[in-house]
Each structure stands twice: as C-alpha cells, then as structure tokens.
C-alpha cells in the first residue's frame, strides 16, 4: 500500500494503539495534520507546545502507556523544551513528533527551521531526523520501544515536510523495529546478591526507601509482599508516593527535605536502607557527609548509571524493581522487626499534636487544611495533579494516596506551569476518574491559557487553587534565609474565578474554613469543570524543612504559635 | 586518567551524542580517537577522559544509555596496549640533519618527509614515548605537529568485542528494549 509519510505517521500511531494527540499545527507540520483529519486519531489542540507535551507527559503518568505531543518546526519545537525535560528528569515515556523544514534547506536557516535534535539531545532518551518517508513507520516504532523500555524517558522525532509529503511503501511487518544491537550485561553477580540477602537478614533496623521506579515496573503486589514478607517500615519519595497505600502501617509517608520528621529521623537511624527504583536525589538525602551513617545500602535499580552516584551503596541490584524483588522474598528470614517499628512509632512524638490539622480552628484558611478536606472529599480516590511549591509539598503531606498513579506532579525538574496541562492528559488517560488540580497562584498563570482546551474540549477537570498572594516556597526561603526579604515574590493574580468564567468554566471563590467543604462538594457534583480559588493564609510555611544541604535530621518544625497573618485582598 | 572503548553506530550524529554526555558529566575528554572497525556499521572509540574511577563508571554506564552506543567500557585497570601517533614537522639543515636522523633512530621513529629546511618525522608508541621524543626535538624548532591520540586495546585473550547480531523485534526484549 503506497502512502505519504504524513499517512503513514498516522497509521502508525493508530496501530500503536495511540488515541489522542496533543498538538499544535504549524507550516513544517500541516501535511501530517492533513492526514490526521481523514485519522481516527483525536487531536487536542492546545494553547501552547509546552502544554502538549506535560498533557503527554500527564497521559503517560496516568496511564502507563505513552503519550505523545506534536509540534510544528522553529518555535512550535522549542516551545517543547520545558516539557521534554521534564518527562527526562521524571522518567516518563513520551513521544514528541515535530515537523522539520525540507531536507533540501536544511540547515540553511530557512523559514522556522530550528536544530531541535541539537537543543534536545541532553534532555531526551533518545531523539532523530527523519528525511524520508520510506523511514517513518520503522522510528516512529522504535520511538515508541525506546520511550517505554528499562528507564522510560521521551524521545523527540524530528520528520521533514519532504519525508511528509513523498509516499512511500507501507506494510506493518516489514517496518519493525531495528535497533542497534546492545551487549547484554549480567546484572549483578550472585556473591552481591547473597551479600543483600544477608544484609536484609541480619538488619535490626531496616527501611525501604520507595521511589518511582516501583510503579514504572508495575511491581505494586510484589513490593507490598516483600514490605509484608520483612515488616519493613517504607519511606516514599514524592513520585513514589501511591506506589505502596498510605493507609498501611508500614507506610511512614514522604522522606526527604520536607517529609515527616520521624521519617527522616528513622532513616538516619536505620541500620539498613533498601532503596527501591529510586535515586538518592539531593532533596531525599540532604546533606550526603551526614546522610544515613548507621546503614548499610542496598540499591534496587535499574539505571546502571544510578548506582553510586550520590549514595555509595553495600550491594547493587541491578534489574527491574519487581523481578529483583520476586527473587529476594523467599529469602528472607528475619521478619520480626517489631522493636524498631515502635522506636518509630515513638520518634512520631507530638507530631501529631504539632500537626495544622490538630491546632484548635483561629478562623483562618490554611492550605493544608483545604488539601485535607479534599482527601477527606475525595476519598483519596482522586488523580490529584499538582504544580511545583508549597502546596505540591501540602499535598505530598496531607492527601493520603492508596493508589499508584493517582498523583502526577513534577519532582525532578520541579517545572511549574505543569499540572494543568498536565491533568488535562490525565483525563485523557482516565475519563472515568476523579482528576483534581492543585496548583498556585504562581504555577497557575504560567499555563492557565490551557483552560481554554479544557472547554474546547468539554471535559471535566476540577481545579483548586491554592492562592496565598506569593510565590509561597520561594518565600519562605527568603523568610527562613534572606531575612523575610520579599524581593519579587509578592504576586498579583487577576480575579481567578472571574478569569474562569471569561473562559466559561464556573469559578468560586473561598475564604473561609467553612466553605470549604460545600464548596469541594458542589465541584464534585458537577459534570463540568469547575475552578476554587482557595484564598490561604499567605505567609504559612511547609514544615518540617531540612534546609538545603543541612543533614536529614536538621529540620525546622513548625513553630507551636503559627499563625501570622490573615488571607486578605491582594 | 581513565580509558574507556565504546563501539557506538558508524553514523552522523553519534560523536556529538557521546562528547556531550562527558561534557554533560562535567568530564574533561583528554583524547577521543574514533574509526570504522572491520564490521563498516560499527565504529570503534578510545575515550581518554580527566576523571576517577567513579567518573569513569558514570561515564561507561550514561553511555551505555545511549541508543547508538552498542557497548562502554571500562578498561584503564586491564593489561592495555597503548598507541598514539605523532607526525612532527622539525628545522632542519644540512648541519643538525645528521643528528636528527641518529635521534630519530633512537626512538625508532621514522623519517617520512624531506624537505629543504625540514623533515617531518612520523613516531607511533605510548604518549610518554611520543612525549619524550618531542622533548629531544624542542631545541631544535618544532614547526608542526599532529598526534592522532591514544588508541587502545586489551592484550591477549582478553577479548572486546561488538554485539554482533542485530536482534529482531522478538529478541528484542532479552537485550533491554520492551516491545509494545
């Protein structure tokens, strides 16, 4: 069957199983977007090409599938670059296809014409040109195996107008996948495998630190029955978070700069650190001299090249999360660790009293207090994305995830402007879920044009705004370390609610305690988007904070008197 | 100072994936030399870089990451034979010609050009032999020179090689990719 390479493109994804595309057209672009009129593909046409790829991104974290963004050439691509590092830095697997003047002009600066290969290369798993259309179908398949195997990561195919528009062959079976062949290694050698199981049967004080890479290898089960199989206390990181219930008692909740101190202070006391499918990254380990002295380490990880990067680990296993944990489960022998789950029941101490959520009610709107009613709400049943700042680490805190891939944020590149766009690919990924937005005030007006997909696209997206009238964890930086100096962190935003009906989304706006509720309630009631402008109290901190590069257990608590000022009128 | 070798892809492109990856590692590359093997889809790299041994295993495995790089490793521990090639363009007149040639014999390097005024003369061996003739040969003008940088290999049966067979779609999982 002959086809054009814009043709073959779309059949191709169709084949792959794609749905949707996230998308912007543009000259270097439009014979592709021509043959995705007579597709059954469904684009959503964004309001900017980063918001493409974080809906990608987003439908990728959701799903576990791939997601995939389109671009026209120039600045349609560099538009992407945000995006793309983001799903690098998170290991999430997405395609992102972007026109490409002819090959002819290559590289003679033509009109809109941008190495977007060079700009990506650090920042994607793997990225390519493609001139012709012959050569469509085969990358864009081997797009879609780099994208999801071993470590996920994007991957960026650059197609030109002339590889576009020539036709060219197409048959499915002799367009495969050839990728170079790789040497297979050996992933760890028997005598580091026996040297993990007698750590994990010799430790007094064990702790699994969750990460990520738990969920990527969809080892949920397998985990919980190695947790269950040890009594291991586990710790997530923040994109770990819903790979293991919270529910659980051996769940501790989020480790690292702002995780729960007994969290941190359990980790420093530890004997033994099982680090599953995660990193050791600065805002985990805090200061790397002081960082878990008393423990030895075993690293389950995948990513070679994650192995003694920032933590000198005792024993290396390298491999898929819940193939390395299946084999390790029957060994172990010492399951009784119940001395030391009481030790960290008691480092809890007045934790709980400290805790916002416990304080007598002054009256006040606090974040943490509408980021709970929303659990509470929601039944933790919700897909909550969230943007970068205080209330992404109010809501790591305060909403309790039973479920993996029920929270999407940004955490390794830490990109605001994220969770709009991105929830929006969740809903994508998941029509029949609950998808709730937490953003800032900041974050918000970043991408908050994307609103206008989420009309055009009549789907139902509830969005809480957490609006404390600053940039809040910049902030509170400056209040801890510059001396309360607020250089450009005091932030005026327009009327959120208003905004929203201008776009026509129902806006509702909040002060105090008691609205909440009815408030979330009536969202959720809702068949249609609804967007809360939750007006906090706008000088509140996120404690406990290890602040940057002091040891895990230097936290600053939350002071006993916290309340300082009253939300008002920006 | 650590060695490594890498087959990677003989195509365009892939020198500059596997130099930003260093510079992205903040390793400084002391030489890099790269040529086709006897397989003309495969080219061979001798990675010269300014680091440790722990730099040096970020580097093998971030390489091996990449999509075009079929195998890193590191070798500096292993029994190496080293090469390096110089090609040195130095005065010579009728006076200090016939010292030139006595030197040049010492090193068992090997007069390749005569000019006039010059000769240019070619030496292969470690960089510290190359280094040492150079030095003898300072006084007496060095005008040009080229070096190919380090090439190397592991001695004896100790054997470094491509992986051969491009792996269908259906073997494609037992070498680190997953087919959707």
């Known amino acids: ?570 | 100072m650590q060695t490594l070798v890498a087959y990677v892809e003989n195509k365009p492109g892939v020198l500059n994936r596997v130099s930003s990856l260093a510079r992205r590692l903040n390793i400084n590359i002391d030489s890099l030399t790269v040529g086709p093997t006897e397989n003309e889809e495969i080219a061979r790299m001798t990675i010269v870089a300014h680091t440790d041994e722990r730099g040096a295993h970020r580097l093998e495995a971030s390489l091996e990451k990449l999509v075009d790089v079929l195998l890193a490793e590191n070798i500096s521990s292993r029994a190496l034979l080293e090469r390096d090639l110089a090609l040195i363009k130095v005065t010579a007149d009728q006076q200090n010609r016939p010292h030139l040639m006595e030197l040049t014999k010492v090193f068992r390097a090997r007069v390749v050009d005569v000019a006039p005024e010059s000769l240019i003369i070619e030496v292969s061996g470690t960089a510290d032999k190359i280094d040492g003739l150079l030095e003898v040969l300072r006084p007496f003008g060095v005008l040009e020179m080229a070096r190919s940088g380090r090439i190397s290999m592991t001695r004896g049966n100790d054997l470094l090689r491509p992986p051969s067979v491009s792996p269908q779609a259906s073997e494609m999982e037992s070498s680190g990719y997953t087919v959707p």
């Open chain 1, 1 to 570: 069957m002959k086809l054009t390479g814009a043709e073959i493109l779309c059949e191709t994804l169709t084949q792959l199983g794609v749905r949707e595309i996230f998308g912007y057209p543009g000259g270097a672009i439009l014979p592709v977007y021509d043959a995705l009129g007579k597709s059954k593909l469904h684009h959503i046409l964004v309001r900017h090409e980063q918001g493409a790829t974080h809906m990608a991104d987003g439908y990728a974290r959701a799903s576990g599938g791939v997601g995939v963004a389109m671009a026209t050439s120039g600045p349609g691509a560099t538009n992407m670059v945000t995006g793309i590092a983001t799903a690098m830095l998170d290991s999430s697997p997405v395609v992102c296809i972007t026109g490409q003047v002819s090959s002819k002009v290559l590289g003679s600066d033509a009109f809109q014409e941008v190495d977007i290969t060079g700009i990506t290369m650090p920042i994607t798993k793997h990225n390519v040109v493609v001139t012709k259309a012959e050569d469509v179908a085969r990358t864009i398949r081997e797009a879609f195996v780099i994208a999801k195997s071993g470590r996920p990561g994007p991957v960026l195919v650059d197609i030109t107008k002339d590889a576009q528009q020539a036709s060219a062959e197409f048959d499915w079976d002799s367009c495969a996948p050839k990728l170079p062949p790789k040497r297979v290694r050996k992933n760890h050698d028997q005598a580091e495998f026996d040297r993990a199981v007698e750590l994990l049967n010799t430790a007094k004080r064990p702790l699994i630190l969750a990460g990520h890479g738990i969920m990527v290898s969809g080892a949920m089960r397998t985990f919980e029955q190695f947790v269950r199989t040890g009594s291991y206390p586990v710790a997530m990181t923040l994109l770990g978070i819903g790979c293991f219930p919270a529910r659980d008692p051996l769940n501790l909740g989020m480790m690292g700069m702002h995780g729960e101190a007994w969290v941190n202070n359990a980790i420093q006391e530890a004997d033994l650190l099982i680090a599953v499918g995660m990193r050791f990254d600065d805002r985990v380990t805090g200061d790397l001299r002081t960082y878990a002295k008393n423990a030895r380490k075993i690293h389950i990880e995948i990513d070679r090249a994650e192995i003694n990067k920032n933590v000198k680990v005792d024993a290396a296993l390298i491999g898929d999360a819940g193939e390395v944990l299946e084999k390790l489960t029957p060994l172990i022998v010492t399951r009784d660790h119940s001395a030391w789950l009481r030790h960290i029941n008691e480092l809890k101490g007045d934790s709980a009293v400290r805790d916002i959520q416990s304080l007598p009610d002054s009256g006040h709107l606090y974040a943490a207090h509408v980021i709970n009613d929303l659990w509470k709400e929601t039944h933790g049943e919700a897909i909550v994305v969230t943007d970068v700042g205080q209330h992404q680490m109010w809501e790591a805190q305060y909403y309790h995830h039973n479920d993996p891939r029920t929270l999407i944020t940004s955490g390794g590149l830490g990109t605001m402007g994220f969770a709009l766009p991105a929830a929006i690919g969740a809903k994508f990924a998941k029509p029949e879920s609950e998808v709730w937005v937490v953003v800032g005030d900041g974050g918000f007006q970043m991408t908050m044009s994307e609103l206008a997909t989420i009309v055009q696209e009549k789907i139902n997206i509830k969005i809480a705004i957490i609006n404390n009238g600053y940039l809040g964890m910049v902030r509170q930086w400056q209040e801890f370390f510059y001396d309360k100096r607020y250089v450009a962190t005091p932030l005026v935003a327009p009327d959120f609610a208003a905004l929203a009906n201008a776009f026509g989304i129902r806006g509702e706006r909040i002060t105090t305690r008691g609205e909440v509720v009815p408030t979330i309630r009536a969202a959720r009631e809702s068949s249609e988007s609804v967007l809360i402008d939750f007006r906090v109290e706008q000088e509140d901190s996120v404690y406990p904070m290890v602040p940057a590069g002091a040891s895990l257990h230097d936290m600053i608590r939350r002071p006993n008197n916290p309340l300082v000022e009253t939300a008002t009128e920006p």
